[in-house]
């Protein structure tokens, strides 16, 4: 009995052991599934936090689309509205271009029947106020517009000329009955007044051409500048003295002015200008040889020539064209 007692009692031991040890373990597991499971309630918990950052931010982005889509239809009306706005603008442009050019075209008949209807004044032909109207440097884009109004006014002018890339105008000139003079080849003063053989030579060399277009050799002539001018002294000194004796040994009569239009005073002076220079210059005399310029640049020389021809009919002036035996309009002799 005793042993069977110690025996039981050993069991007995072994099972409260077994329990303890049962308990144990059962505890230690529930506390590690108890952690897991407050892991899992914090990821929870922050996962529901970031889902309603997300539900903010589905909310706020479908919100965006919705007022984007509310801007395009707004921009597409305005696109809308813009293009029938510039329909309309272009089809008032068309309109207005319509218009202008009828009306145009009305000017442009109304103006022609002025200029068919118009009738030039009475040229003097006779009387003792003589004008020579002269033009240098051509010939140029303006030579037939300034002979049709020659031609209009029935008015002859000399044109001393220069070796330009326009030289078969030189025959309209010849054949309108207008005076042709030789003024400069090159139109370089550097090499034209830089010694007597030079510019005898650039002489000639226009001579030359004038004759082959016109069948006419010319003797009248114009310093480019003048027979004083002071620019040729920079190259020569002394060579204007020298040359205004020379040409007339070598059977050349020269020319200068004694009413200048003003023309070459600047790029493109005023009509106005240069028709007020000539008429005022006029008034004090009786036979005047006017300077203007027959270059492409000169359009206004071109509007101001019928103004100034009428100006000097009603101040009694006839036209003429320079001869050799023509009054010499040369300036006062400078040392240069």
Sequence with gaps: MGVS???????????????????????????KKNSQISEMNEEISQNETEIKEKDEKIAGLETDIANSNAEKEQIKSQLETEQNEK???????????AEIEQLRNKANKGAQTAVNNYAPPVIPTTGNKVCYLTFDDGPSDRTLEILEILRRYGVKATFFVTNTSKTDYLINVH????????????????????????????????????????????????????????????????????????????GYYYFDWNVDSQDASGTSPSYTKIVNSVLAQANTKNEICVLMHDASAKRTTVQALPRIIEGLAQRGFRFETLKPESPGFRFAKLNN
């Design 5 to 31: 007692k110690k025996l039981s009692n050993i069991i007995f031991v072994s099972v409260i052991v077994l329990l303890v040890a049962a308990l144990v373990c059962s505890s230690l597991v529930i506390l």
């Design 87 to 97: 329909t309309r603008l272009e089809q008032e442009n068309s309109n207005l271009k």
């Design 175 to 250: 054949n309108e009955g207008h005076a042709i003079g030789l003024h400069t080849a090159s139109h370089r003063y550097e090499q034209i007044y830089s010694s007597l053989d030079n510019y005898f030579a650039d002489l000639q060399a226009i001579s030359n051409i004038v004759e082959a277009k016109t069948g006419v050799k010319t003797n009248i002539m114009r310093f480019p500048g003048g027979s004083n001018n002071a620019v040729s002294a920079r190259h020569c000194s002394g060579i204007m003295t020298q040359l205004v004796t020379e040409v007339q040994n070598r």
